[in-house]
């Protein structure tokens, strides 16, 4: 028991990874606001129950288009007023960050398994697996990639998962890319020569021995992802590719209200809004996941 | 005990095929192993010397079986270490650990040195957690390493101090062989001897066998019972080191040792200065390798590669071994 003790003392003697990496991300302002922005994102979602003044289907027939509460005409009720039958668009954008958190988890989730599956196998085996694989990811870039989700979309039907499922290829290539250039730089140091010596097998070198030196640029990529992923599913959300109205998705959201621009600005700036602020969130974290994982940004 | 051998290589080569060009594909084949056979027994140390570019590293790599050479073959504890099954090549490979040259890039950073430790016994064999970590931290202790540091990561060691987890790293699995792939020029000349000093403490206690390879004549001198001169992928000089060291018989032999500095005055000899680069492998010249940095060539060396033959105890390849001896 005297010597656990000991050896977790001697472990608080260097600073903590976490510590560590703290210290780095705090530095850097634009970044903690960004993460201060995604936490209460995240704390709406999760709570949109318990938080949002009303159900977001619920339309109130008598408050159609009323502005929001500070404006003439507004109500304490709709504190950013309701939209063309009568939701109010403060629950909808509260139960909307749900969806579009949901989605940029979903994408992320998605891409970054198959990316690292893909990538790490074609970097450690090469050869005409390799060329394949990276091919067909070149092929997937060179496509626009909003055209690319709008057109997969179109083959599997309009719906939120289909959305979800078309983003996911869309990006998929930035993450098999990334992930094989960083086990390409890896796959010939001598702490893997190393690993092999002593008769590790291909399945535990690449994921157990290479994968967790290539995972900061990942993570990174994987943060900024986020805010791509909430973007896409927003535009094609506006396009009617996506999420199918009542659901409260941003995206449908503007683009069923556009037609009201002209007299009711508050349908279509609020959930713009919405979407600008979160996508920035996660870009400013992100930069600063960046720079805080990279050790030559250390001191 | 002694008639016993751990490693028997006869005529070991590896080439590497060079593909060059966009559209006329042209293919080159580099030498970068032409030939070497040696025999290591239980407790010794073998060491191999050349200039960067000879094939020492690849040799270590043969021998550690990360590659397969394209000629010859090599035995490990008797069994064939080239045409056996994959189940023998895995009881092997336990049988060969290595240590690298740069201790900062041969220590997985993202793994505590326990685990760093443990990975081998994970692989091969049996043993639970608790057995590990007693024998991971039997052999810190060995190699002098403290038990607290049995749960820090490797960035937190000094140069010196990971090359010794890179040592008892090797010795998991009771090798009969390290081979050391320069395990001290990384390191600061006082740390160096500290290495040396533990290499040679552990081989006396586990009668260990070193596959040294350096370029480091004061080291080699220092702790080899054998020793192996290369050039460009060939050996030229091979046997005992007193013999060797005593009296060198090879052009190129006689040219590295000249260039070892020495304290002592009286030892001091006269400097053989070698011209020119170290010919590419891809392109060696005719006849001897190293006729065109040789003072002793003649006609016979442009044109006739010497054979490795047998002058004064030892092996060497030179038209004029006998002028020398």
Not at chain 1, 46 to 51: C, K, L, N, T
């Amino acid at each position: 028991m005297s010597e656990i003790t000991a050896v977790t003392q001697e472990n608080s003697a260097p600073p903590h990874p976490l510590k560590e990496f703290w210290k780095y991300f705090s530095e850097n302002k634009g970044a903690v606001v960004g993460l201060y922005v995604i936490l209460i994102a995240v704390f709406l979602a999760v709570f949109a129950d318990y938080i949002a003044p009303h159900n977001p289907f619920d339309q109130y027939r008598d408050a159609l288009l009323q502005p929001p509460s500070w404006m003439a005409g507004g109500s304490s009720k709709f504190f950013l007023g309701t939209d063309d039958v009568g939701r109010d668009i403060l629950s909808r954008l509260i139960y909307g960050a749900r969806l579009s958190l949901f989605v940029g988890v979903i994408v992320v989730t998605l891409s970054l398994a198959a990316g690292i599956v893909f990538g790490v196998t074609a970097g450690y085996f090469g050869g005409i697996y390799e060329i394949l694989i990276m091919r067909f990811m070149d092929i997937i870039l060179a496509l626009p990639s909003l055209l690319m989700a709008l057109a997969i979309v179109a083959i599997l039907g309009p719906s939120l998962q289909n959305a979800i499922l078309s983003i996911a290829v869309v990006v998929l290539p930035h993450y098999v890319r990334l992930t094989r250039a960083s086990i390409l730089s890896e796959k010939n140091k001598d702490y893997v020569t190393a690993s092999r010596v002593c008769g590790s097998g291909p399945f535990r070198m690449m994921f157990a021995v290479l994968l967790p030196n290539c995972m900061a640029p990942l993570i990174v990529q994987a943060t900024l992802g986020f805010s791509t992923a909430i973007l896409d599913a927003a535009a094609l959300g506006f396009l009617g590719m996506g999420a199918q109205p009542p659901t409260p998705e941003w995206g449908a959201m503007l683009a069923n209200a556009l037609q009201f621009v002209q007299r009711a600005w508050w349908v279509v700036t609020f959930p713009g809004l919405a979407i600008l602020i979160t996508v920035l969130a996660f870009n400013l974290a992100g930069d600063g996941l960046r720079d805080a994982l990279d050790p030559k940004m250390k001191r | 005990m002694n008639e016993k051998t751990i490693i028997k290589a006869r005529n070991l080569k590896k080439y590497y095929t060079i593909k060059d060009g966009m559209i006329f594909k042209t293919s080159s084949t580099l030498k970068a192993l032409d030939g070497a056979s040696f025999s290591i027994k239980p407790g010794e140390t073998f060491s191999v010397v050349g200039e960067s570019g000879c094939g020492k590293s690849t040799l270590a790599r043969l021998i550690t079986m990360i590659e397969r050479p394209t000629f010859g073959d090599f035995e490990v504890d008797g069994i064939n270490a080239v045409t056996s099954d994959p189940e023998a090549m895995k009881a092997l490979r336990e049988r060969v650990q290595i240590v690298f040259q740069d201790p900062y890039g041969s220590l997985n950073p993202r793994k505590k040195v326990g685990a760093i430790l443990e990975e081998p016994l994970l692989i091969n064999t049996q043993l639970n957690a608790a057995e590990r970590r007693e024998k991971a931290l039997a052999i810190m202790e060995k190699v002098g390493l403290r038990k607290e540091q049995y749960s820090r990561y490797p960035h937190m060691f000094s140069g010196g101090q990971r090359q010794r987890i890179a040592v008892a790293r090797a010795l998991m699995l009771n090798p009969s062989l390290v081979v050391a792939d320069e395990p001290v020029s990384a390191l600061d000349v006082s740390v160096q001897a500290q290495v040396l000093n533990l290499l040679m403490d552990l081989q006396d206690e586990m009668n260990l066998a070193y596959l040294f390879i350096s370029h480091d004549l004061s080291v080699v001198q220092l702790i080899s019972n054998h020793v192996m001169v290369m050039y460009l992928g060939r050996p030229v000089e091979q046997g005992e080191k007193d013999i060797i060291f005593g009296n060198p018989i090879h052009p190129y032999t006689r040219a590295l040792l000249a260039a070892t500095p020495h304290v002592d005055g009286k030892d001091r000899t006269k400097r053989i200065i070698l011209t020119g680069e170290i010919p590419s492998p891809l392109n060696p010249p005719s006849g001897c390798t190293f006729h065109k940095r040789c003072v002793h060539m003649t006609d016979i060396c442009k044109e006739t590669a010497p054979e490795f033959r047998s002058v004064a105890e030892r092996m060497v390849s030179c038209h004029h071994a006998e002028k020398f001896s």
